[in-house]
């Protein structure tokens, strides 16, 4: 049968990979947030027809 007790190593490993696990949500969380509250604009690109195009009567 194996005990529930944990050599004192094993415990400090788990209180670290839980710290960090909390630590990693926290951080998600907060990016998350800053996103969401950020508008996208979207950029509009216009560009001039070029001056050789306008004198053949491409555009």
Known sequence: MQDDELEPADLKEAIKA???AKLMIEV???AAT???A???TAATITTAPSA???RKGVV
């Open 38 to 40: 950020t508008p996208i």
């Open 52 to 54: 050789t195009r306008r």
């Open 34 to 36: 800053t996103i969401t």
């Open 28 to 30: 998600v969380t907060a």
């Open 18 to 20: 839980v710290t960090t």
